[in-house]
């Protein structure tokens, strides 16, 4: 297939990118650059002829419209977004203009083309989103794909509305969607501001390791490559204008994956005292979503998807990942608000 990813510098993206690459697709990569943006990221496959970078914005829709006529792809993956909570706590804006207005526009962009093709049944719009779009859990119960919104942060309402828009084209446009809400990933290329690579580079720098509140918060975590694997079974298999959650099967409390990440350099990188003494409890995230958990039934038993990796092995990977790629670290942690306590003006 010939794939517009949109976002494919970040987190997530580029892992879509990299696994699209080695699956034998095609790949526009549409990506502002903004702070999250790493071209490095996807360097192993910058120089494969089935790749091409895009340097433009989901809310252009000049430049959407020229890169639809240009490439004509046979799907859109559509990640680029705004991602970090406690930013969009500090500074909603931001979150509101691309979250919503960019996936809009995204959307509008997308439909025209699709129209100016025929409609062809095979296209596919593929919204990734979040699970945050479904609130906090108590201490039992899973999200499921027909769990009622409760969104509570800019970023999941941001996140929320984008859903919604996008099940809107489908039933008002016809245009043919695939949703999936995903957990926290974790694993190489994640950016230094997110939990596991603060946990790791403070570690690694003998500074305290912040856990928000008393770390009691529980998520259910994936590693990124497997969400990358799951993406592209969906979007390759999943049944048109549906939703699927995507979870990791790794619920576990943000205190215990401190714990997990310190053991674990202790293992790799031993010193004279044991990492875990570093961590340092600090006030709570404002409106701090107690746990969120997924019930992954329909992706496994649809599309026979389960996630490849432990927690234990996934973070196993990760910190060795970021081991052996100092110089790529070293180099956003200059970016604004990096190694900053964020999130705090409510
Ligand atoms: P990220 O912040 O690492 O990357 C986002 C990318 O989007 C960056 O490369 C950035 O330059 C690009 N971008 C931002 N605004 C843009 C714009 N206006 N136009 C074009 N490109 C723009 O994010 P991530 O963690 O890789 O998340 C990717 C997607 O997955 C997001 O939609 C996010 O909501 C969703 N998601 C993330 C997680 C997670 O744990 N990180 C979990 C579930 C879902």
Redesign the pocket.
């Known amino acids: 297939m010939k794939l517009l990813v949109?976002?494919?510098?970040?987190?997530?993206?580029s892992a879509v990118v990299r696994q699209a690459i080695r699956d034998g697709h095609s790949v526009i990569n549409?990506?502002?650059?903004?702070y999250?943006?790493c071209l490095d990221n996807v360097a192993s496959v910058a120089d494969d002829a089935r790749y091409t970078f895009v340097h433009?914005?989901?809310?252009d829709r000049a430049a959407l419209d020229e890169v639809f006529a240009t490439h004509a792809p046979d799907a859109v993956m559509h990640?680029?977004?705004?991602?970090?909570v406690d930013r969009s706590i500090d500074g909603p804006g931001a979150f509101i203009d691309?979250n919503v207005m960019?996936t809009y526009t995204l959307l509008e962009a997308a439909r025209t083309y699709w129209v100016s093709e025929g409609r062809p049944d095979r296209f596919r719009f593929h919204h990734?989103?979040?699970?945050e779009v479904f609130g906090s859990l108590g201490a039992t119960g899973q999200f499921t794909e027909t769990t009622p919104y409760d969104p509570r942060s800019p970023y999941s309402a941001s996140?929320a509305a984008s859903d919604h828009l996008v099940r809107a084209w489908a039933e008002t446009y016809g245009l043919p969607v695939v949703l999936t809400n995903?957990?926290?990933?974790y694993g190489p290329f994640h950016?230094p501001e997110?939990l596991v690579p603060v946990v790791i580079l403070n570690a690694l720098a003998s500074k305290p390791i912040p856990v928000y509140g008393s770390g009691e918060n529980v998520r259910d975590w994936l590693y990124v490559e497997d969400h990358a694997d799951a993406l592209l079974t969906v979007l390759q298999k999943g049944r048109v204008n549906r939703s699927y959650n995507i979870g990791g099967e790794n619920e576990v409390r943000n205190i215990d994956l401190v714990r997990m990440i310190c053991a674990i350099l202790d293992e790799k990188r031993p010193k004279s005292a044991p990492y875990a003494d570093q961590i340092t409890f600090v006030s709570d995230r404002p409106g701090h979503d107690l746990r969120y958990a997924i019930d992954p039934t329909r992706i496994a038993s649809e599309l026979g998807w389960r996630p490849s990796v432990t927690l234990q092995k996934g973070l196993e990977k990760t910190v060795q990942w970021y081991l052996d790629n100092e110089p790529w670290w070293r180099a956003l942690q200059d970016r604004a608000g990096v190694g900053e306590r964020l999130g705090t003006k409510s």
């Open positions: 949109t976002g494919g510098a970040g987190f997530i993206g549409l990506d502002a650059l903004t999250a943006a433009a914005d989901i809310r990640l680029a977004a705004e991602s970090h691309t960019g990734i989103s979040t699970d996140k995903c957990s926290n990933n950016f997110k």
